[in-house]
């Protein structure tokens, strides 16, 4: 059964410091790995991975992808209040006839205090 | 460029009854999946239509259906509804043979009495 597991479930930090959430999964015919972020509503995209190796970066913001190891890592840095949210991780795969799915762990709790 | 609708934002119904929920993809999208995200969880693939028909369907029961329009908007039709139905549901957009990540909605906060 395709499984994504993200570690830790919570977190709380103060204001700069530096995080680092967790994905490991089981697929079957991977495409890419996806970040997520939630606050309220709807999930916003932060990154896709689809190679390994290559690390993705948006401001404090950055992922990698080790497709032998089936893991991925966010790393925020310097933390800020705004950065409170629920972080998703979700594996895609597809197939030509049968389109694509995204399978997502259960997300990461994440609490900045000041 | 308007992104993914979702309505209504919120409804409220009681156990036995049917409910849909409608969706309209990102402009120059032309594939929708549903999400059932429960509180505390992360969302689950309920399934996909292209085309205007279902490609994959996710471990849901029958009583979850749904259809895809000419313009590529969508229903999802839920039926004999459970209180366990109670859930935020996501619509996700995406360009079919693009490798681009899906879009959501805001979603439909559906609580059942």
């Known amino acids: 059964e395709d499984k994504v597991v993200q570690s830790p479930l919570s977190l709380v930090v103060h204001e700069g410091d530096t995080v680092t959430l967790n994905c490991s999964y089981e697929?079957?015919?991977?495409?890419?790995l996806l970040w997520y972020k939630q606050e309220k509503k709807a999930p916003t995209f932060l990154f896709m991975l689809?190679?390994?190796?290559i690390e993705k970066k948006s401001g404090r913001l950055s992922s990698i992808l080790d497709k032998k190891e089936l893991f991925s890592i966010l790393n925020i840095t310097a933390t800020q209040t705004g950065d409170s949210a629920v972080y998703l991780c979700?594996?895609?795969?597809?197939?030509?006839?049968?389109?694509?799915?995204?399978?997502f762990g259960e997300g990461t709790q994440l609490t900045v205090n000041p | 460029d308007a992104g993914v609708t979702q309505s209504p934002t919120h409804l409220i119904k009681t156990r036995g009854q049917q409910v849909t929920l409608r969706c309209s993809p990102k402009?120059?999208?032309?594939?929708v999946s549903w999400y059932q995200q429960a509180l505390g969880q992360g969302p689950q693939f309920i399934f996909q239509?292209?085309?205007?028909?279902?490609?994959q369907r996710g471990n849901f029961p029958d009583r979850f259906s749904g259809h895809q329009f000419p313009n590529y908007s969508s229903e999802l039709n839920v039926n004999a509804l459970l209180l366990g139905d109670s859930a935020l549901y996501l619509c996700?957009?995406?360009?079919?043979?693009?490798?681009?990540?899906?879009?959501f909605g805001d979603g439909t906060r559906l609580s059942i009495l």
């Open positions: 996700a957009s995406s360009r079919n043979w693009v490798n681009q990540p899906q879009h």
């Open positions: 697929v079957t015919n991977f495409r890419s």
């Open positions: 689809t190679s390994s190796g």
């Open positions: 979700a594996v895609e795969e597809w197939g030509e006839t049968s389109g694509s799915r995204l399978t």
């Open positions: 402009s120059g999208h032309d594939t």
């Open positions: 239509y292209y085309e205007e028909e279902e490609r």
